[in-house]
C-alpha cells in the first residue's frame, strides 16, 4: 500500500489543522492504521492509532481530548482532527499501515507497521 498524507501546515498556537492519509494500492478497511511524529532532532513518536472498524483507537497522553483518529472509508483515508494546537505539536507527521494482519486492533508501537507515508510538516507558532 502507497500511503499520501496531507494537510500540515503553519497556526498559531490554539488553532486547528486536519491531516489526511490517503493510500492507493489496498484498500484500508482491512488495515490497522496510525500517526506517528517526529520533531527535529527528536526520535518518531506515537500519536494516534485506529483499527479496521474505528471503534478501537489509542492515543498518546500529550494529545488526548486534542486530536481525533477517524476513518473515511469511502475515500480510503484515515485522518487526525487537531485542535488546540500547541507548540510542543510541531513535528513532520506519518501516516502509517500495518498490513500484516486484519486490522483488529490499533497499535502504538512504530514496529508494528510496515507501510509509511512520506510524512507532512506541521508548524505551531506561539
Known amino acids: 500500500v502507497q500511503l499520501q498524507a496531507s494537510g500540515g501546515g503553519f497556526v498559531q498556537a490554539g488553532g486547528s489543522l486536519q491531516l489526511s492519509c490517503t493510500a492507493s494500492g489496498r484498500a484500508l478497511s482491512t488495515i490497522s492504521m496510525g500517526w506517528f511524529r517526529q520533531g527535529a532532532g527528536k526520535e518518531r513518536v506515537f500519536v494516534a492509532s485506529?483499527?479496521?472498524?474505528?471503534?478501537?483507537?489509542n492515543y498518546a497522553d500529550s494529545v488526548k481530548g486534542r486530536f481525533t483518529i477517524t476513518r473515511d472509508d469511502a475515500k480510503n483515508a484515515v485522518c487526525l482532527q487537531m485542535k488546540d494546537l500547541k507548540p510542543e505539536d510541531t513535528a513532520v507527521y506519518y501516516c502509517?499501515?500495518?498490513?500484516?494482519?486484519?486490522?483488529?486492533?490499533?497499535?502504538?508501537?512504530?514496529?508494528?507497521?510496515?507501510?509509511w507515508g512520506q510524512g507532512t510538516q506541521v508548524t505551531v507558532s506561539s
Open positions: 485506529i483499527n479496521w472498524s474505528g471503534i478501537s483507537t
Open positions: 502509517a499501515a500495518r498490513t500484516s494482519d486484519y486490522g483488529l486492533w490499533a497499535p502504538t508501537d512504530r514496529m508494528d507497521y510496515d507501510s
